[in-house]
C-alpha cells in the first residue's frame, strides 16, 4: 500500500490534470445537451436584444458585489487583529477575487495578489493565511445561507438534471440549513478560544462579527446574483427563489471541481434548475461572463499595470536593473492573467462567425486567401499567448519580448481576418501595459524551462475546450463532410473554424513533443575545482566546513579562490549549507551571487544553519530570519571535568571505564584497515534505532566519505563497541566530531566516556573549542507576542519528544556545560518559506549524491611531534584490525 500511495504521489500532476480535464469535458457535455435545442442565432438576436437599462443595472449590482467583496477582508483583518485602512484591504480583495474569478486557481493567483499587497502592509504569512482561510469561510457561510433560504421560501419540487426533490423535503434542507447557520453564530458567541487548523491559529470571530459576516456574504451573494437577474429578459419575481438556488448551487459546483473560472460547470447547473427560454437565459449567461468577470478584470489590470510600473520606474536605474524592488509587484501576475485572456479572445473569435457586414468591406480591400490565412494565424498567435502566460508569471524576459511580439501579430491578425476593431484594440492595449511593466520581467531563462504547472495546464485546455465547443455549437446546423475542411469562401465562417482548429491542435501537440523530446533541464552551476576546494577547506575555521566532503554537494567559489558555499537544488530550492567557508570579505559576493542565481533559475533561496555573523547579510538581500536553534560549544581553554556541573559525566565515564573500555584515535590512513568493522557498528545502530541514512547536513555512513578523517574509538575487549569520525580544523580553532555508532551492547555512558575523552584529547593538542552539535528549535521562546514561527517551534520543542528527542537533545549536551551560540535559517517570505523548508527536508531525508562532485583530499596536518594522530601512519599488517590500526599510529 505505502508502494502504491508513493506512485500516486509521483504522478501526481498528472492525475490533478486528468481529473478537472474530465470535470471540464463533463460540464461541457452537459451544456451540449442543455443547449441541443438553441441555435447560435437565437443568442445572438437575444444578446442584441438586452437594453442599456439592463446592463447599467448589471453594472451597478456587480459594482456592488465587488464592494461586498472588500469588505471580507476587513472583517478578516479586524478578526485577528490586524486591521487595515480600507483602500488597503479593498485593493487586495478586488485584485485576488477578479484574478481568482476568471483563472481559478485560488490559491496561485488570488492567494499571491494578497499575500504580496498585505506582505507590503506589514502583514507577515500566517497572518495572510489566517485572512484568506477567514474570508473564504466569510464566502461559504453567505452562499450556504443564500441557498437554505431559497430552498426554505421556494415553492414546488425542485428538479436538476432529471433528479427531483419534493418540496417538502426541499423546505426541509432550507430550514436545516439556515439553523446550521445559527448554531455556528452561537458557537461563535461561546467559544473564545482560536481554532487552531494544524500549526496555524484562526481566531474566532465574535457572535456579531459572525452575523455581519453572513450578512456581508448574503449581499455580495444577492448582489451577484442580481446582476445576471436583471439580463434576463422578462424575469419574474416569483422566479427569484429558484434562481437565487440556481446561482448558489452554479457558483459552489464551480468552486468544488477545482473547474478554471467555473467555465461551463456554472452554466450547465443555471441551465439544469432555471425553467423557461434557455435562449435567453444563455445568451444572459454569456452577457453575465463578460460583465462580472471580464469587465472588473480589465479594470483591475489597467489600475495594477499602471501603479507597478509608474512605482518601478520611479526607483533607481540600479534597483531597476537588480530587479529586486520589482519582484515583489504584483505586475507579472496580473499581466500573465490578461495575456492568458486575451489569448482565450483570440480563440474564440476564431470559433464564432465573423461579421458578415465587414467581411463584405474587408473582401475588398485583401484577397481572400490572406484572409483565410490571418485567421489561422489569430487563432496560433491565440494559443501562442496561453503558452506565454505561465512564462510572464515567472517574469522571464524573453516571455516579455515573445508576448508583445505575438500581441501586434494579433491586433493586424485580427484587422486582416474580418476588421475585429475590438480585438485588436484589446491586443494593442495590452501591448502597452506589458511595455510599461517592462522592469518587472527580468529573469533570464529559457522559455522551455519555464514549468508548467497543473493549474496553468488545466486553464490552457479549458480555453481550448471551450473555443472548440463554442465552434461547434456555432456551425451545428452545419453539414459536416469531408469537402467541408477544403471549402474557400469569405463567409464559409465554419471551415475557418475547422481549419484553425486543426492548427491550434498541431500547435499543442508540436508544443507538448517539443517539451518532451527537449534537452533535459540541467540547473546552471559552475564546475567544481577540487584543487581550490582543497585549498580553502584547509583555511576553515569551523569544522561544519566538513561537510563539503559528503558528496552532496555542489560548490560556488568566489573569483579569487579565496571562499566558497556549498549548496544542493531540490525542487524550487536552492539550498545553501551553512556559513561560506574561507575569507569573510568574499562572502557577500558569493552571498549575492548565489541569490541571482537562484533568482534567474525561478528558484527560492534558504540558507540552512548560519551564524550571527551571516545575519546582516541575509537581511540585506530581504530573507526573512527564522531561530533554528543553539550549538552547544565547549571552550576547551577553561575545561576540566573536575567541576560540579560535570559530575554526573564524571561517573558515567568512570563507570565505563571500570568496564575495561579503552580509547582510541584511529588515523585517517589507517581507517580502510577497520572499515568492516565500522560497519559492522553502524549497521547494527541503524537496525536498532530504525533510522535511516541522511544527508546533506551530516553525514552518512560512507566509505568514500569516513576514509578522509581520523576514527574515535570505544573498545571493550579488543572490539569496538562505538566510533565517531572526527572533524578538525587544520588551524587548531575548532574540533567536533560527525557521525557517531554503537553496538546495542556497549555499556551505558558509552558515548560520555567517547566526548570525556575527545575533550581532553582535543585540548591536550591545543585546540581552542570543542562543538557538540546543535539542539534544533532551542532557545526560541513563544511569547504571546512573538511571531507565529516561534510559537510553532517553542510548542514543537516543548511537546515533541515522541516525534524527536528536542528537549532530551538538549538535556544531553548541557551536561558538559556548554555556552550555547544561535543559528538560525534565512529564507523566502510566506508560504515561499514552508515550500522550502519541505525541499530541505526532503533534501536531508533522501541524499543525492552530485555525479559531478569533487575528489577532495585534504592537505595533511602537520606532524606536531606529540605522537598523536596528526602524523600519518604507515599501513599495518592485518591481523586483529583493531589492534593493528590503533598500534600503527594512535594515540590515548
Not at 505561465?390 to 494579433?410: E, I, S
Amino acid at each position: 500500500m505505502p508502494e502504491r500511495l508513493i506512485r500516486l504521489a509521483r504522478h501526481r500532476t498528472t492525475i490533478a490534470v486528468a481529473a478537472v480535464l474530465a470535470l471540464v469535458a463533463l460540464g461541457f457535455a452537459a451544456l451540449a445537451r442543455l443547449t441541443r435545442e438553441i441555435h447560435f442565432a437565437q443568442v445572438r438576436a437575444a444578446l442584441h436584444d438586452l437594453s442599456g437599462t439592463q446592463v447599467a443595472m448589471a453594472l451597478g449590482f456587480t459594482a456592488l458585489s465587488y464592494l461586498a467583496l472588500t469588505l471580507y477582508d476587513v472583517m478578516a483583518l479586524r478578526i485577528i487583529g490586524r486591521p487595515l485602512p480600507w483602500r488597503t484591504a479593498a485593493l487586495a480583495s478586488f485584485t485576488s477575487y477578479t484574478l481568482s474569478h476568471n483563472l481559478g486557481l485560488s490559491l496561485l493567483t488570488g492567494g499571491s495578489a494578497r499575500y504580496r499587497i498585505y506582505s507590503a502592509a506589514g502583514l507577515d504569512g500566517p497572518d495572510v493565511a489566517r485572512v484568506v482561510g477567514i474570508a473564504s469561510a466569510t464566502f461559504w457561510a453567505g452562499i450556504v445561507t443564500v441557498a437554505g433560504l431559497a430552498l426554505a421560501l421556494r415553492d414546488g419540487a425542485l428538479t436538476i438534471a432529471g433528479a427531483t426533490i419534493g418540496a417538502d423535503a426541499a423546505h426541509a434542507a432550507g430550514v436545516g440549513i439556515l439553523a446550521l447557520a445559527a448554531a455556528l453564530v452561537a458557537a461563535c458567541a461561546v467559544r473564545r478560544a482560536p481554532l487552531r487548523l494544524w500549526r496555524l491559529s484562526v481566531p474566532l470571530p465574535g457572535a456579531r462579527q459572525a452575523l455581519a459576516q453572513i450578512a456581508i456574504a448574503a449581499l455580495d451573494t444577492a448582489a451577484a446574483a442580481a446582476a445576471l437577474y436583471v439580463l434576463i429578459p422578462g424575469a419574474q419575481p416569483a422566479l427569484l427563489p429558484a434562481f437565487v438556488l440556481a446561482y448558489a448551487l452554479g457558483i459552489v459546483a464551480a468552486v468544488v471541481t477545482h473547474v478554471p473560472g467555473g467555465i461551463g460547470v456554472f452554466e450547465a447547473v443555471v441551465l439544469a434548475v432555471i425553467p423557461g427560454d434557455r435562449a435567453d437565459l444563455f445568451a444572459a449567461l454569456i452577457a453575465y461572463r463578460v460583465i462580472y468577470y471580464l469587465a472588473p478584470l480589465a479594470l483591475g489590470v489597467a489600475l495594477l499595470a499602471w501603479h507597478e510600473g509608474r512605482r518601478h520606474r520611479a526607483l533607481p536605474a540600479r534597483l531597476l536593473a537588480e530587479g529586486r524592488a520589482v519582484a515583489s509587484g504584483i505586475a507579472p501576475l496580473a499581466m500573465a492573467a490578461a495575456t492568458f485572456l486575451g489569448g482565450g479572445m483570440l480563440l474564440l473569435s476564431g470559433s464564432l462567425p465573423s461579421l458578415h457586414a465587414r467581411m463584405g468591406v474587408l473582401g475588398h480591400i485583401l484577397p481572400l486567401p490572406f484572409i483565410e490565412a490571418s485567421h489561422i494565424a489569430a487563432s496560433l498567435a491565440g494559443t501562442g499567448l496561453l503558452l506565454m502566460a505561465p512564462a510572464l508569471y515567472r517574469r522571464l524576459d524573453g516571455a516579455f519580448v515573445a508576448t508583445r511580439a505575438l500581441l501586434l501579430a494579433a491586433a493586424a491578425f485580427s484587422l486582416a481576418k474580418g476588421i475585429d476593431v475590438e480585438e485588436a484594440i484589446v491586443c494593442l492595449a495590452l501591448a502597452g501595459l506589458l511595455q510599461w511593466t517592462r522592469p518587472a520581467f527580468y529573469r533570464r531563462s529559457a522559455l522551455t524551462q519555464a514549468p508548467l504547472t497543473a493549474g496553468w495546464i488545466a486553464s490552457i485546455a479549458t480555453i481550448v475546450a471551450l473555443a472548440t465547443w463554442a465552434g461547434f455549437f456555432a456551425y451545428r446546423r452545419v453539414p459536416y463532410a469531408d469537402d467541408l475542411w477544403w471549402q474557400v469562401a469569405l463567409k464559409g465562417d465554419a471551415p475557418r473554424f475547422l481549419r484553425a482548429t486543426l492548427a491550434v491542435a498541431v500547435m499543442l501537440a508540436g508544443a507538448t513533443i517539443w517539451r518532451l523530446m527537449g534537452p533535459a533541464r540541467v540547473a546552471a552551476h559552475p564546475p567544481a575545482d577540487a584543487d581550490a576546494i582543497a585549498r580553502i577547506l584547509a583555511t576553515a575555521t569551523r569544522t561544519d566546513a566538513m561537510l563539503a566532503l559528503t558528496g552532496d554537494k555542489r560548490f560556488l567559489l568566489s573569483d579569487d579562490e579565496t571562499a566558497l558555499l556549498m549548496y544542493q537544488v531540490r525542487g524550487s530550492s536552492w539550498i545553501v549549507m551553512g556559513d561560506p567557508v574561507g575569507a569573510p570579505a568574499a562572502w557577500p559576493a558569493l552571498l549575492w551571487q548565489m541569490r541571482d542565481m537562484a533568482d534567474r533559475a525561478q528558484g527560492r533561496l534558504l540558507l540552512y544553519q548560519i551564524t550571527a555573523p551571516m545575519l546582516d547579510l541575509a537581511i540585506g538581500m530581504g530573507l526573512e530570519i527564522i531561530k533554528y536553534g543553539e550549538e552547544a560549544v565547549v571552550d576547551l581553554s577553561a575545561f576540566t571535568l573536575d567541576t560540579p556541573r560535570l559530575r554526573s559525566v564524571r561517573k558515567a565515564e568512570r563507570a565505563v571505564a571500570r568496564k575495561g573500555a579503552e580509547f582510541r584515535i584511529v588515523p585517517a590512513a589507517a581507517v580502510p584497515v577497520i572499515m568492516d568493522e565500522l560497519a559492522r557498528v553502524s549497521d547494527e545502530w541503524v537496525r536498532a534505532k530504525r533510522h535511516e541514512e541522511k544527508g546533506f547536513s551530516l553525514g552518512r555512513f560512507d566509505r568514500d566519505y569516513l576514509r578522509h578523517f581520523d576514527i574515535a574509538l570505544v573498545l571493550i575487549d579488543g572490539r569496538i563497541v562505538a566510533f565517531a569520525n572526527l572533524w578538525l580544523t587544520a588551524d587548531r580553532s575548532e574540533a567536533s566530531v560527525d557521525l557517531m555508532r554503537q553496538v546495542d551492547a556497549a555499556p551505558p555512558g558509552t558515548m560520555d566516556f567517547l566526548f570525556v575523552h575527545l575533550l581532553q584529547w582535543a585540548q591536550a593538542r591545543g585546540y581552542r573549542r570543542f562543538t557538540l552539535g546543535i539542539a534544533p528549535l532551542s532557545g526560541i521562546e513563544g511569547r504571546r507576542l512573538a511571531p507565529a514561527w516561534a510559537k510553532a517551534a517553542a510548542l514543537v520543542f516543548r511537546h515533541g519528544e515522541r516525534f524527536y528527542g528536542f528537549r532530551g537533545l538538549r538535556a544531553y549536551k548541557e551536561k558538559y556545560a556548554p555556552e550555547w551560540e544561535p543559528r538560525y535559517i534565512a529564507g523566502p517570505h510566506g508560504l515561499g518559506m514552508l515550500k522550502a523548508l519541505r525541499d530541505l527536508s526532503r533534501l536531508v531525508g533522501r541524499p543525492m549524491v552530485e555525479a559531478s562532485s569533487p575528489h577532495l583530499v585534504l592537505p595533511a596536518r602537520p606532524a606536531r611531534g606529540d605522537g598523536g594522530a596528526d602524523r600519518p601512519p604507515t599501513p599495518p599488517p592485518a591481523a586483529n584490525n583493531a589492534a593493528a590500526a590503533t598500534t600503527a599510529g594512535v594515540a590515548a
